[in-house]
């Protein structure tokens, strides 16, 4: 599977973060971490998704729940 994703977390706002991970306006810690999570979960489950991929994701989940979170 060819997939053009931008893994760097500075190339996104907040808002966007927070619509790539379906978040509503008043979001809390663990709403991020369960939406990273279940994101994470469907990556590494899924045959679809080389090891490189499957550890971009998740490096870039982990810097968006960082950026979410300040």
Do not use: G, Q, R
Request: hydrophobic content about 35%; aromatic content about 12%; charged content about 35%.
């Amino acid at each position: 599977m060819n997939i053009d994703f931008d893994y760097n977390i500075d190339n996104y706002s907040i808002k966007e973060l927070e619509k790539f991970l379906m978040l509503n306006n008043k979001f809390t810690l663990n709403d991020i971490n369960e939406k990273c999570n279940k994101i994470n979960t469907i990556i590494f489950e899924s045959k679809d998704y080389n090891k490189n991929h499957k550890t971009l994701i998740h490096k870039f989940l982990e810097e968006a729940k960082l950026k979410l979170i300040k």
